[in-house]
C-alpha cells in the first residue's frame, strides 16, 4: 500500500493519560498536514509540515498537543493528559508542494481516539 | 481566516437523479477548491478539483462549476447511482506561492443518500 498510513486505527484511553499516534505519508510527498473531525463534521486542519518544519499550527492545538516530523518523513502527533473533548477521528493527510504540480492533499484512514 | 459554507446538510435523490451540492468561501485569495467524499468509517478521497483559472471541470458524472466573483463553487453529480450515498465535503485553499496547498477548509458536509 503506497498511500498515507496510520497507526493505531482506534485508540480508547483514560481521562488524564498521554497518547500518541503515528502518520506515514506517501513517500515522495514533502509536506504533512494533521486534521481532527467530528462526527458529522468536516476535518479541522491543526498542523502542518513541510519536511520536518512544523510551518503552522491551528489555535484549535492547545499546548496539550505536540507534533514532530524528526527526519521529514514519518510524523507523530501526541496528546498529554487527554480530556474527553479530544474524542475525534484523527486525520493524517500528505501533499507534494509544488507550484506547478496539484498539490492534491491525499488522507490516511484516521485514527479514531475515544478518552473514556 | 477562510470560512466554507455547505449546504445542503442531507440530500436524498432517486437513482438516476442529479444530485447537486453548493459551497460558499470567504477569502478571494483561496483559489484551489477540490472535493471529497468520505464513505463511512473510512479516510476522504478526493474525487474532482478544480483551480481558479477555470470555471467548470468535468470528469465523467461529476462536474465542478467556480464563480470566483459570486465565491462559491458546486459539486453536479449526473445519473446517481446507490454507490455515489457517502457524505461529501467541499474544501478551499489559498496557494500564496505554493506554500499552503493541502491546509485545507473544509466545509461541513452533505450527506448524500441515492435510493435505489
Known amino acids: 500500500d503506497t498511500g498515507v498510513s496510520q497507526d493505531p486505527r482506534h485508540k480508547i484511553t483514560k481521562r488524564g493519560q498521554n497518547v500518541t499516534f503515528r502518520c506515514d505519508p506517501i513517500?515522495?510527498?514533502?509536506?504533512l498536514y494533521w486534521y481532527r473531525q467530528t462526527l458529522g463534521q468536516g476535518p479541522e486542519f491543526l498542523t502542518y509540515?513541510?519536511?520536518?518544519?512544523?510551518?503552522?499550527k491551528s489555535r484549535l492545538l492547545s499546548d496539550r498537543f505536540s507534533a514532530e516530523r524528526p527526519k521529514g518523513s514519518f510524523s507523530t502527533l501526541e496528546i498529554q493528559r487527554t480530556e474527553q473533548g479530544d474524542s475525534a477521528m484523527y486525520l493524517c493527510?500528505?501533499?507534494?508542494?509544488?507550484?506547478?504540480?496539484?498539490?492534491?492533499?491525499?488522507f490516511g484512514q484516521g485514527t479514531r481516539l475515544t478518552v473514556v | 481566516g477562510e470560512n466554507v459554507e455547505q449546504h445542503p446538510s442531507t440530500l436524498s435523490v432517486q437513482e438516476g437523479d442529479s444530485a447537486v451540492i453548493k459551497c460558499t468561501y470567504s477569502d478571494s485569495a483561496s483559489n484551489y477548491f477540490p472535493w471529497y467524499k468520505q464513505e463511512l468509517g473510512k479516510r476522504p478521497q478526493l474525487i474532482i478539483d478544480?483551480?481558479?483559472?477555470?470555471g467548470e471541470k468535468k470528469d465523467q458524472r461529476i462536474a465542478v462549476t467556480l464563480n470566483k466573483t459570486a465565491k462559491h463553487f458546486s459539486l453536479h453529480i449526473t445519473e446517481t447511482q446507490p454507490e455515489d450515498s457517502a457524505v461529501y465535503f467541499c474544501?478551499?485553499?489559498?496557494?500564496?506561492?505554493?506554500?499552503?496547498?493541502?491546509?485545507?477548509?473544509f466545509g461541513q458536509g452533505t450527506i448524500l443518500t441515492v435510493h435505489p
Open positions: 513517500s515522495e510527498h514533502n509536506r
Open positions: 493527510a500528505s501533499s507534494l508542494g509544488s507550484v506547478i504540480g496539484r498539490g492534491e492533499a491525499f
Open positions: 509540515f513541510q519536511n520536518e518544519a512544523q510551518l503552522e
Open positions: 478544480i483551480r481558479s483559472n477555470v
Open positions: 474544501a478551499a485553499t489559498p496557494n500564496a506561492g505554493g506554500t499552503s496547498y493541502g491546509k485545507l477548509t
